[in-house]
């Protein structure tokens, strides 16, 4: 792994005085790290990340951190908006359709625990793009090892208990029960105005990040709840809520 610095223009100062406290990750969905390069360092794309990547899990930086990169567009997390003014973006040298390499993995493993320390930047706000724009985005994709990654307390992974999957089926077919349990986890259910997200945008994201097998399978209709993705669903809802709500120790 080496990192080098690969300065791109397109970045404004982080609006209020924000600080970053969430790490948004992105797939690049290019041909080759070079072409990615080249977009997110022309002035003429409007966009850029932090940092990128490639397969070989070297780094490159494009923007300081203490800089906003335009990479979020519009975007909510845990109910505020302007995310590329609270983040860090890093983009992945990856195209969707194939799996991300064991270097580029161990490389954004070291890059999310070094700055998840340096910023404060708990768990539950390491996301990916389509958690803050289900309606639009769908990377980093059904590929991207959220599972592998969650055992170094790099985003949170799901563990249903019996109370979570306690009548998840009748929830699972009412959509105003699942909206709330949307906007407990984190997901902007009423945000973005007019065009906020559709309930089945919403399942989808989720299912991409929690449940990559709703679109392997052969019989798979990815965008309709189960009663299992009830029982994932309320499980992050539980481990994302804020520490401030939870009854001390
Ligand atoms: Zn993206």
Same mark, same amino acid.
């Given at each position: 792994?080496?990192?080098?610095?690969r300065?791109?223009?397109?970045?404004?100062?982080?609006?209020?005085?924000?600080?970053?406290?969430?790490?948004?990750l992105?797939?690049?969905s290019?041909?080759?790290?070079?072409?990615a390069?080249?977009?997110?360092?022309?002035?003429?794309?409007?966009?850029?990340?932090?940092?990128?990547?490639?397969?070989?899990?070297?780094?490159?930086q494009?923007?300081?951190?203490?800089?906003?990169?335009?990479?979020? @567009?519009?975007?909510?997390?845990?109910g &505020?908006?302007? !995310?590329n003014s609270?983040?860090?973006g890093? +983009?992945?040298?990856?195209?969707?359709?194939?799996?991300?390499?064991?270097?580029?993995?161990?490389s954004?493993?070291?890059?999310?625990k070094?700055?998840?320390?340096?910023?404060?930047?708990?768990?539950e706000?390491?996301?990916?793009?389509?958690d803050?724009?289900p309606?639009?985005k769908?990377?980093?994709?059904?590929?991207?090892p959220?599972q592998?990654l969650?055992?170094?307390d790099?985003?949170?992974?799901?563990?249903p208990?019996a109370?979570?999957q306690?009548?998840?089926?009748?929830?699972?077919r009412?959509?105003?029960?699942?909206?709330?349990?949307?906007?407990?986890?984190?997901y902007?259910?009423?945000a973005? @105005?007019?065009?906020?997200?559709?309930? &089945?945008?919403? !399942?989808?994201?989720?299912?991409r990040?929690? +449940?990559?097998?709703?679109?392997?399978?052969?019989?798979?209709k990815?965008g309709?709840a189960?009663?299992?993705?009830?029982?994932?669903?309320?499980?992050?809802?539980?481990?994302?809520?804020?520490?401030?709500?939870?009854?001390?120790a």
């Amino acid at each position: 792994m080496r990192c080098y610095d690969r300065p791109s223009p397109n970045f404004d100062d982080r609006k209020d005085g924000a600080k970053p406290e969430l790490i948004v990750l992105h797939y690049t969905s290019m041909d080759s790290t070079e072409a990615a390069l080249e977009k997110l360092t022309d002035p003429a794309s409007k966009v850029s990340c932090h940092y990128l990547i490639d397969e070989k899990g070297n780094i490159f930086q494009l923007v300081d951190e203490d800089k906003r990169a335009w990479h979020a @567009g519009v975007s909510s997390w845990m109910g &505020k908006d302007d !995310v590329n003014s609270r983040s860090i973006g890093i +983009e992945i040298s990856n195209r969707d359709d194939q799996p991300y390499t064991k270097e580029q993995i161990f490389s954004l493993a070291l890059l999310c625990k070094d700055l998840m320390f340096r910023h404060k930047i708990p768990t539950e706000n390491v996301v990916g793009h389509s958690d803050v724009a289900p309606d639009r985005k769908q990377d980093p994709g059904a590929h991207f090892p959220w599972q592998k990654l969650s055992r170094h307390d790099i985003g949170r992974w799901p563990e249903p208990t019996a109370a979570d999957q306690f009548n998840a089926a009748a929830v699972a077919r009412s959509p105003k029960k699942l909206k709330e349990l949307f906007n407990e986890a984190g997901y902007g259910v009423n945000a973005f @105005g007019k065009n906020k997200p559709k309930l &089945k945008e919403l !399942v989808t994201a989720f299912q991409r990040r929690y +449940e990559p097998e709703a679109f392997s399978k052969p019989d798979a209709k990815p965008g309709k709840a189960t009663a299992g993705t009830v029982a994932k669903l309320r499980a992050v809802a539980r481990l994302n809520r804020p520490k401030k709500d939870q009854p001390e120790a």
